[in-house]
């Protein structure tokens, strides 16, 4: 790599046995400032220093990032050049058809085709959703990943052309394990050497759980899919300098506390503390304590705390965990070197090199105590010594975040049913799922292994599962399936009933077994879900359970061998031996050092060299799938899987001026905490809705409908399932399901059928919103489907960061009512038209006139935030720009 520009002056070398390596060297710089920074925002200082060509990224980009101190409160905006994109199939099968369609659109225009390629590099790893219809026997795990790559034969023939057809991306095969998973254990780079060039590994995924990988010392955050695309295709990131919280951690940990535990303190503690959107940066003497699985699962609940990183610079123990999982002495020698060169290294030991931080907290790690949080928000927080009482008010309280409003009467409530030739019954607080689930405790391998111990104790102590909860362990890689061999203890896991469903699996809307949803609904009862992952809410898991748990993956265990939620261990037991002996889970529960002690055991280099030298090698059905050797994708229109998309089919080379939205009608009116979930289509597809209409028209059964997340490459089926989430409130209608009313008819139908009515009338749309709308995970499809849905405008209290860059990112405006305001205090019901005038003249974060149908007015604030979104709004959309910029090639400027 060359770097030829102003700051070339920098370029320093580094000798490391006999081998010559050159870098940006911040030390040249010769700066005091620079000493004082944030370990986070030195890597952003040396990305705009090595990128600084003038164009994209100016000089005084690096000044505003070495005046940190000063900058960071004065709402100054950088670009960012990530050194890689890391994307999982969910959001990148629509991102490379959009790729695919982009080449069709640049031809069509005049454009070079073959230009169209990723030039950040992208790293792709298929970890499908597998739906779980075999459980609790030993060929699970075989049998549905067959039955998935069946059914999603389709989708991976595209991304096996895909492979072949785009440069400058690699992709994983389907069956190696979780996405962020597989990139700490085996894609990360903690320092890249780049035609012995070395600089810092850095990243934006699409996916919530990108930021996992800072736990590594890696900067990683997430960006929307439509974002992700635009990186791939060489534009750098936009972003407001941020402010960083250190947080201090010190102390020593109580035995019996887990490194869930830690994270739900933490998670809590920084929530309340407000982080949102800033970065956070760990240091402390305590951290040293914190394996790399710790510090990434804490990374990793960065969408729940709402920071945009939690950054754990690299230490000892990070190149510990290098070498564990197979880097070269090599590679971990000039990582070494190169951070300790450039002041990059951290030593959690030594305060003298504590940053400045915009503002510092503290945990004592004494002070942390096991606890699950739910039944509907993982932010409600419950000692697990409180959990049974908590759950018998909430059955009382009103329906809420806390309350499912069950009259007293029907507290006891029971309902009985047949399985497997043998009678049972179930009540309010039964547990009829439970997942220890990829998301996040998978990566850490003291709890998983601690679960297995525990299930081990539990086998031997004459305990079992009822043979109706539908369990499993989705491992994030098969490097965990390894370890949980090694350590002896899967065996345990299989035969409690925990067997191991598939890698990364997405746990959405699974079946229950018919007898058990027949009895939740004949009982009207709140049954349980557990999970130990890093977000559970109702109706997530599935839509008849409504009670949902998030805990470590001990507790997890622990609580579905007990069948209920409904229980005081210490008091009760967690169950009775095959002689009728009461069996406490004091009794079985594994102490820390015993769980430590298989860990340091069982975690071996080998094991990940077995798993990921066989990525490319031993995946049968993927190594034999036949596709196309084309420049241009043969796109199948009898396809119900993969269709080309509609989003270039208007595109003109010139460039359109920005007109004001008129006479736009409210296809939604929603409340607070919209989430992605809510917007973009997921699970599986019911058999009346539109989606599905559209389906029988090809002549499918419901049998072959499948789910929204493997029928993700149509355009089509997703533009249908946009807005159908059950459990969406749409206060136009007054009660929860998919559906409003066509203005001025009055006639209620599916959000889709109305949306396309309006279309038909040629009439914009618009949606009205509370605060925090779009917020979870990231997904495209939640602005992907509003754009194929005729929505010009959102106008909300509040937006999640990143889904307002994707609706910007499609041409949408994301606009908020101005403090104090909403819909409600401004009466709106949503039978208004809305005439929005937003017009050439519009700057970021300018007072935009709304003027209604009735005469009255109000004022909105544009959530255009730098002058870099309305050059996207302006083109329509990120996507448009780049195709413009492909046929004209001119250069990337405002």
């Known amino acids: 790599m060359k770097i030829d520009h102003d700051y070339s002056w920098t370029i320093s070398e580094l000798n490391i046995d006999g081998k010559k390596y050159s870098y940006c060297d911040l030390k040249k710089l010769n700066d005091e400032r620079v000493n004082f920074l944030p370990f986070s925002i030195r890597v952003l200082l040396e990305s705009v220093i090595r990128n600084c060509n003038g164009i994209q990224i100016k000089k005084n980009d690096v000044e505003n990032i070495i005046n940190w101190r000063n900058t960071q409160h004065e709402n100054v905006e950088v670009l960012f050049c990530p050194a890689r994109v890391v994307l999982q199939d969910f959001s990148s099968i629509p991102a490379l058809i959009d790729f695919a369609s982009i080449r069709d659109a640049v031809d069509r225009l005049g454009g070079d085709p073959s230009k169209v390629n990723p030039i950040t590099p992208a790293d792709l790893i298929i970890d499908y959703p597998v739906q779980a219809e075999y459980f609790q026997s030993s060929d699970s795990l075989k049998k549905n990943q067959e039955m998935e790559f069946e059914r999603s034969r389709e989708l991976f023939q595209f991304l096996k052309w895909s492979s072949k057809a785009f440069q400058n991306l690699r992709i994983i095969p389907p069956g190696s394990g979780f996405v962020h998973q597989v990139n700490m254990e085996y894609l990360a780079k903690v320092v890249f050497s780049n035609n012995e060039m070395l600089y810092p590994d850095s990243l934006v995924g699409a996916d919530s759980h990108s930021m996992m990988i800072n736990g590594l010392g890696i900067l990683g955050w997430v960006v929307g899919g439509i974002e992700a695309e635009s990186v791939m295709l060489g534009k750098a990131v936009a972003m407001t300098i941020p402010k960083v919280i250190g947080y201090k951690i010190s102390g020593v940990l109580n035995p019996y506390v887990t490194s869930t535990d830690i994270v739900v303190a933490i998670t809590k503690h920084l929530r309340q503390a407000g982080v949102a959107g800033k970065f956070v940066e760990f240091f402390g003497s305590g951290v040293v304590s914190l394996s790399i699985a710790d510090r990434a699962t804490i990374a990793n609940m960065c969408p729940e705390y709402g920071a945009q990183v939690g950054f754990f610079p690299t230490d000892n123990v990070a190149l510990l965990y290098l070498r564990q999982s197979g880097h070269s002495e090599e590679e971990i020698k000039y990582i070494e070197y190169y951070l300790k060169a450039n002041n990059m290294f951290r030593d959690y030991n030594n305060e003298e090199q504590d940053p400045i931080f915009t503002e510092v907290l503290e945990m004592d790690l004494a002070n942390i105590i096991p606890t699950f949080s739910g039944p509907k928000r993982q932010n409600d927080r419950v000692e697990v010594k409180e959990l049974n009482n908590d759950f018998k008010r909430c059955l009382n309280e009103k329906i809420g975040f806390k309350g499912f409003g069950v009259p007293l009467n029907r507290h006891n409530a029971s309902a009985s049913f047949m399985y497997n030739n043998n009678q049972f019954t179930i009540k309010h607080g039964s547990i009829v799922m439970s997942s220890i689930s990829s998301c996040t405790n998978t990566s850490c391998p003291?709890?998983?292994?601690?679960?297995?111990?525990?299930?081990?104790?539990?086998?031997?102590?004459?305990?079992?599962?009822?043979?109706?909860?539908?369990?499993?362990?989705?491992?994030?890689?098969?490097?965990?399936?390894?370890?949980?061999?090694?350590?002896?203890?899967?065996?345990?896991?299989?035969?409690?009933?925990?067997?191991?469903?598939?890698?990364?699996?997405?746990?959405?809307?699974?079946?229950?077994?018919?007898?058990?949803?027949?009895?939740?609904?004949?009982?009207?009862?709140?049954?349980?879900?557990?999970?130990?992952?890093?977000?559970?809410?109702?109706?997530?898991?599935?839509?008849?359970?409504?009670?949902?748990?998030?805990?470590?993956?001990?507790?997890?265990?622990?609580?579905?061998?007990?069948?209920?939620?409904?229980?005081?261990?210490?008091?009760?037991?967690?169950?009775?031996?095959?002689?009728?002996?009461?069996?406490?889970?004091?009794?079985?529960?594994?102490?820390?050092?015993?769980?430590?002690?298989?860990?340091?055991?069982?975690?071996?280099?080998?094991?990940?060299?077995?798993?990921?030298?066989?990525?490319?090698?031993?995946?049968?059905?993927?190594?034999?799938?036949?596709?196309?050797?084309?420049?241009?994708?043969?796109?199948?229109?009898?396809?119900?899987?993969?269709?080309?998309?509609?989003?270039?089919?208007?595109?003109?080379?010139?460039?359109?001026?920005?007109?004001?939205?008129?006479?736009?009608?409210?296809?939604?009116?929603?409340?607070?905490?919209?989430?992605?979930?809510?917007?973009?289509?997921?699970?599986?597809?019911?058999?009346?809705?539109?989606?599905?209409?559209?389906?029988?028209?090809?002549?499918?059964?419901?049998?072959?409908?499948?789910?929204?997340?493997?029928?993700?490459?149509?355009?089509?089926?997703?533009?249908?399932?946009?807005?159908?989430?059950?459990?969406?409130?749409?206060?136009?209608?007054?009660?929860?399901?998919?559906?409003?009313?066509?203005?001025?008819?009055?006639?209620e139908m599916d959000i889709y059928e109305a949306a396309e009515r309006y279309k038909r009338e040629n009439k914009d749309l618009v949606v009205l919103a509370g605060k925090e709308y779009g917020c979870g995970s990231s997904r495209d499809w939640a602005a992907k489907g509003p754009w194929m849905q005729g929505i010009k405008a959102v106008i909300a209290e509040s937006f999640d960061p990143t889904h307002k860059s994707n609706l910007i990112g499609m041409g949408i405006a994301p606009l908020e009512f101005l403090e104090g305001q909403s819909s409600e205090t401004l009466g709106l019901t949503g039978k208004e038209n809305f005439n929005i005038e937003i017009t050439e003249e519009v700057k970021p974060n300018s007072i935009v006139n709304v003027k209604l149908d009735n005469g009255r007015t109000f004022q909105v604030k544009s959530r255009f935030d730098s002058d870099l979104d309305i050059l996207y709004y302006r083109h329509g959309g990120i996507l448009n720009y780049f195709v413009r910029n492909l046929c004209k090639d001119f250069k990337f400027s405002l």
Request: with cysteine.
């Open 446 to 747: 003291s709890v998983i292994l601690g679960a297995g111990l525990l299930a081990k104790n539990a086998v031997k102590a004459g305990l079992s599962l009822k043979p109706y909860i539908k369990a499993s362990i989705n491992p994030g890689s098969a490097v965990v399936s390894c370890y949980l061999q090694e350590s002896g203890v899967e065996q345990y896991l299989r035969s409690l009933g925990f067997d191991i469903k598939a890698f990364g699996v997405n746990e959405k809307f699974e079946p229950l077994p018919k007898e058990v949803s027949c009895a939740i609904k004949s009982g009207e009862l709140v049954t349980c879900g557990l999970l130990s992952g890093n977000r559970n809410f109702e109706a997530r898991v599935h839509p008849l359970v409504s009670a949902n748990y998030l805990g470590s993956p001990l507790l997890v265990i622990a609580y579905t061998i007990a069948g209920t939620i409904d229980i005081n261990f210490e008091k009760e037991p967690i169950g009775h031996n095959n002689n009728g002996e009461p069996i406490y889970l004091n009794q079985i529960w594994p102490t820390r050092e015993e769980i430590q002690e298989t860990e340091i055991k069982c975690i071996i280099p080998s094991l990940f060299h077995q798993v990921f030298l066989s990525v490319n090698n031993e995946n049968n059905a993927w190594n034999k799938l036949k596709t196309a050797d084309s420049l241009f994708f043969p796109w199948d229109y009898r396809s119900t899987y993969i269709r080309n998309v509609p989003f270039f089919d208007q595109l003109t080379l010139e460039v359109p001026i920005i007109k004001s939205i008129e006479n736009a009608s409210v296809l939604l009116k929603f409340g607070d905490v919209v989430t992605t979930d809510h917007i973009s289509p997921a699970g599986m597809i019911a058999r009346n809705c539109p989606a599905a209409k559209y389906l029988a028209s090809y002549g499918l059964s419901s049998k072959q409908f499948n789910s929204y997340g493997s029928r993700r490459g149509n355009v089509e089926v997703m533009a249908r399932g946009t807005f159908g989430n059950i459990r969406i409130f749409n206060k136009i209608i007054g009660k929860v399901g998919p559906r409003t009313k066509h203005w001025p008819s009055g006639d």
